[in-house]
């Protein structure tokens, strides 16, 4: 058989076994397959805009509205989608008849509110990670997706890639034996000025301030807090208004892939450590962190250092399932499976065998494909809000054992935990006049 057809095949079988079947797997046509989806944008930054060149490549999709309070980025996007009607306000867009799904690309600290709002005006909505800044915030998503029967489709495209699903059933097979320890990280070297301290000033007249504020307190305009530099991460990810450090902007595309693959809603036991110990900027968030969770028979780790690019296997990320036949690394490119001896001398021997594969499809194309073919079946898609909320959670519970300084009990079904301290951190006050209601 062609290597190709058994890749095809253990991608069908993995995404069948840990999600819906979706409509990509069905092989009779849909009623009304040949009607154009209307999609809007909102938030239309680098995310933002990637996305929508991403979605104009799918002939199904009309891009028909573009929303983004920076004059700039709406510059931008309207050279890729001219045809496209310019909202400056989001709730203008959500409330057109002529759209059938959003896409919301803005800072982390939208898009609870606005993806519950897009549910609400019969919207499907695709969503970038994380999904929320506050654990309260990402079940009332969930629950608002299923009472207005909406398709929620989250933004950790790695579940749509060929050779992650095949990472996936490596663990799920049995051939890493019994894996008691995961380890995910970010390394690299910003020492050591990170993103600088510029000062508070007034906002680019080409900015609504106010607005990007949104629910988040009120602050003076500071362009860490805002700005992008175009070879960089969004720096409002370095402000507890807005984001969760790289605990929240990238762990979660680990630990998503971790949850996925070990088959769990969330661990039992969270801890942190770490701190601001020598980046000289402004961000609130720890320049050297370890979050530690525990399920009932292993461990997950995530590392992220920014004062040191040395890392395991030449790479600065990275996911290692350990068990005890082999060990499991994979990242965006690729996976590879190394046995683990065991016994001594020559008795030694390999309990699994070796094996590599190398990323062989276009992650965000598929993942934009998924919600396509779900919107269109009503099922619910390959990193729907539920996976969402789940890996998002178990993000932001690191930051709640971090800022807390707690060993956090945790109740994943309920999602409730006896320590006080930590209880604070798991919602947010929104600001006047914004509430989130479903």
Known sequence: MPQSELKRRSFLKSVG???????SLLTKPLAGANDKIRVGFIGLGRMGRGSLQVCL????????ALCDIYEPNLEQALKMAPQAKVYKDFRELLAAKDIDAVNVSTPDHWHAYMTVEACKAGKDVYVEKPISVAVEEGRMMVQAARKYGRVVQVGTQQRSGIHFAQAREIVRSGRLGKISFVRTWNYGNEYPDGIGNPPDSDPPAELDWDMWLGPAPARPFNSNRFGVHPREFSRFRWFWDYAGGMVTDWSIHLIDIVLWAMESPGPNVISASGGKYYIQDNRDTPDTIQVAWEFPTWLCVYENRILNAQSMFKQGYGILFHGTDGTLFVDRSRYELIPEKRGRGEAAVNRTEPEE????NNQNLSHWQNFRDCIRSRQRPVSDIEYGHQSTAMALLGNVAYRSRQRVDW??????????????????????PWKLEI
């Open 17 to 23: 076994a840990g999600a819906a079947l979706t409509t």
């Open 57 to 64: 490549r799918i002939p199904e999709f009309e891009v028909v």
């Open 357 to 360: 594969a190398k990323s062989s």
């Open 411 to 432: 109740d994943p079904k309920t999602e409730t935990t006896s320590n006080p301290e930590a209880r604070p951190y798991l919602r947010r006050e929104y600001r006047k």
